[in-house]
């Protein structure tokens, strides 16, 4: 069959909506029709090439939510006519990294990294050069096949704009303060750069019943936003020392909890520096694979302070993704106001225009 799909073809230039030619769906493979993708920072890093997997030519986008279209041999998760969220890492259930209780590990993931599906082949061509997908998941088409693996079934009541953050943006963001940090309640949270991801983290701070909730950013509109998502202070770090500020929003103590959610080595080292003596920062932003980060090594023992990592939210996403999705059902998680601009798939560019500029919490393409 045919599809049309944002393709990359060269780093810093434009996606080109292109008409694909797409394989139907092997063994323990499944067509989807995407209703919607979102806009994520990560999918800025690879047009920009800051990040080089998949290979080029690549569809990005790895927020998606759509409706299964065909199944192929042996599929029993789902059914044609099933909604379904995308999950960008495949869980097998059976390596070492499942085994040991970090299925976002997953050693299928380093498949999907390459753009493949699972066995290695490809689904989608123009003439005869093969079009890699990121993650396995590629959202940035309007019909793709996904492993098995790859997705998740969702309640048909769920809107498929708003679920399709959730894949990416919110389990990162959530998933860092409940599974990785494990927040306690009546902690101190900080977090640097309130994007999608950064505002999720304030949503699980507050999960967290964290009671000082500290968002950091460059632009006030982004910090007003922060508010309403729950952070109970914020600083613009053009106007204020982040890390003065926040030592004096904690009566000198320090931050039990920051978050590093833009990927930069310079807010990596505030998250460290205003951590109390105990304290844990942990890195959710993703970097230029080039980047190395200096730290005062004395304070690690001395002082107890930690800096974690977190992918994907540390989460069984299997379980997870379900979770978040009835916490918004039951109003705890806030999904309406994390989506404030949908763009026509024509419109992906202008997206990650407004990506780039700072101007959404999350943005989405609808098809
Ligand atoms: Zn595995
Ligand atoms: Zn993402």
Excluded at 63 to 82: R, S
Excluded at 189 to 201: D, K, Q, R, S, Y
Excluded at 211 to 238: M, R, V
Excluded at 328 to 349: A, M, S
Aim: glycine fraction near 10%.
């Amino acid at each position: 069959m045919k599809t049309r799909a944002a393709v990359l073809h060269e780093y810093k230039k434009p996606l080109v909506i292109e008409e694909l030619e797409l394989e139907g769906p092997k063994e323990k493979e499944v067509l989807v029709q995407y209703k919607a993708a979102g806009l994520c920072h990560t999918d800025l890093s690879i047009l920009h090439g800051t990040l080089t997997m998949p290979p080029l030519p690549c569809i990005p986008g790895h927020e998606g939510a759509g409706v299964v279209k065909e199944v192929g041999p042996g599929v029993t998760k789902v059914k044609p006519g099933d909604h379904v969220l995308a999950m960008w890492v495949p869980v097998c259930g059976r390596c070492v990294y499942c085994l040991k209780d970090q299925p976002y590990l997953c050693a299928e993931k380093d498949k999907a990294r390459g753009g493949s599906m699972l066995d290695g082949t490809f689904r989608l061509k123009k003439g005869d050069r093969h079009i890699h997908s990121m993650m396995g998941v590629g959202t940035f088409s309007e019909y793709n096949v996904l492993s098995e693996q790859s997705i998740l079934p969702i309640d048909k009541d769920l809107p498929f704009d708003l679920t399709s953050v959730v894949g990416c943006a919110v389990i990162t963001g959530v998933g860092a303060v409940l599974n990785k940090a494990k927040v306690k309640p009546g902690s101190s949270v900080a977090v640097v750069g309130v994007g999608g991801i950064g505002l999720n983290v304030i949503q699980g701070a507050v999960l967290a019943n964290a009671t000082t909730i500290i968002a950091i950013d460059i632009l006030d509109e982004k910090l007003e936003l922060a508010k309403q998502f729950g952070a109970t202070h914020t600083i613009n770090a053009l106007k204020q020392d982040p890390v003065e500020k926040a030592l004096d929003i904690t009566n000198r103590i320090g931050i039990d909890y920051s978050f590093e959610a833009l990927g930069k080595t310079e807010t990596a080292m505030t998250c460290f520096k205003m951590l109390r003596r105990g304290g844990n920062a942990v890195i959710v932003g993703v970097p230029g694979l080039d980047k190395t980060l200096t730290l005062p090594m004395y304070e690690f023992s001395l002082m107890e302070k930690s800096m974690l990592g977190s992918y994907y939210g540390s989460a069984d996403s299997r379980s997870q993704l379900k979770v978040l999705l009835d916490l918004y059902k039951t109003g705890r998680l806030k999904l309406d106001q994390l989506v404030t601009k949908r763009y026509p798939f024509e419109q992906i560019n202008e997206g990650f225009k407004d990506l780039e500029s700072g101007k959404n919490a999350r943005g989405v393409v609808v098809y």
